[in-house]
């Protein structure tokens, strides 16, 4: 049996992804920890930063506070290479 490779999550580039859809929507690092009943702003700064993930539970809150799908927010380790030329196009 031929198996697809196993996808693996970019964190890095999925904490921009969130950041460059969350700043595309207006919202600002405090309405996310707001959004989420985080205690402190830090969790959503590692999450933009890639240090870390949200939960499965925070990112389903985030993708129906954006409006879009939480696939459209994980960016795989193969998409890589297609987010940053959508990034520098954008920044162009």
Same mark, same amino acid.
């Given at each position: 049996?031929?198996?697809?490779? @196993?996808?693996? $999550? =970019? %964190?890095?580039?999925?904490?921009q992804? /969130?950041?460059?859809?969350?700043?595309?929507?207006? @919202? +600002?690092?405090?309405? *996310?920890?707001? @959004?989420?009943?985080?205690?402190? %702003?830090?969790?959503?700064?590692?999450?933009?930063?890639? =240090? +870390?993930?949200? +939960?499965?539970?925070?990112?389903?809150? /985030?993708?129906?506070?954006?409006?879009? =799908? $939480?696939?459209?927010? $994980?960016? =795989? +380790?193969?998409?890589?290479?297609?987010? @940053? *030329? $959508?990034?520098?196009?954008?920044?162009?």
């Amino acid at each position: 049996m031929n198996l697809p490779s @196993y996808p693996q $999550i =970019s %964190p890095t580039a999925t904490g921009q992804r /969130l950041r460059c859809l969350c700043l595309a929507a207006g @919202y +600002t690092v405090r309405d *996310l920890q707001i @959004y989420c009943r985080l205690n402190n %702003p830090q969790s959503v700064y590692k999450w933009f930063s890639g =240090s +870390t993930l949200p +939960t499965i539970d925070n990112f389903y809150a /985030l993708s129906i506070l954006l409006g879009v =799908s $939480i696939n459209d927010i $994980i960016v =795989s +380790t193969n998409d890589d290479v297609v987010f @940053y *030329l $959508i990034i520098f196009n954008h920044l162009i």
